[in-house]
């Protein structure tokens, strides 16, 4: 399947990543601001993350998986099964 090129920042198909990653959090037990504090930043990286104002890169996908307890494959791997059914 070839992807039409867009800004995915403002598509369905990354919602549903972030949709996944609140839902991640939500059952760690943290808060946004709990969550920040163990990724050493400001409540606000966090904030802006989930509501979609910031893009959430690779690497710091690693990081924040690895911070509540997920692994980042099996957590990457149910995003892509979500998007492409």
Same mark, same amino acid.
């Given at each position: 399947m070839i992807?039409?090129?867009k800004d995915s920042l #403002?598509?369905?198909? #990354?919602? /549903?990543? %972030?949709?996944? @990653?609140?839902? %991640?959090?939500a059952q760690a037990g943290l808060?946004?601001?709990? @969550?920040a /504090? /163990?990724?050493k930043?400001?409540?606000s990286f966090v904030w802006?993350?989930?509501t979609g104002r910031r893009r959430l890169d690779i690497v710091e996908f690693?990081? %924040?998986?690895q911070t509540i307890g997920q692994d980042a494959?099996?957590? #990457?791997?149910?995003i892509v099964q979500d998007i492409t059914r």
């Open positions: 992807w039409p090129v #403002y598509s369905p198909e #990354y919602k /549903k990543v %972030l949709v996944r @990653l609140i839902e %991640l959090r808060s946004q601001r709990d @969550l /504090k /163990k990724l930043r400001e409540h802006r993350i989930e690693l990081w %924040l998986c494959v099996a957590v #990457y791997r149910k």
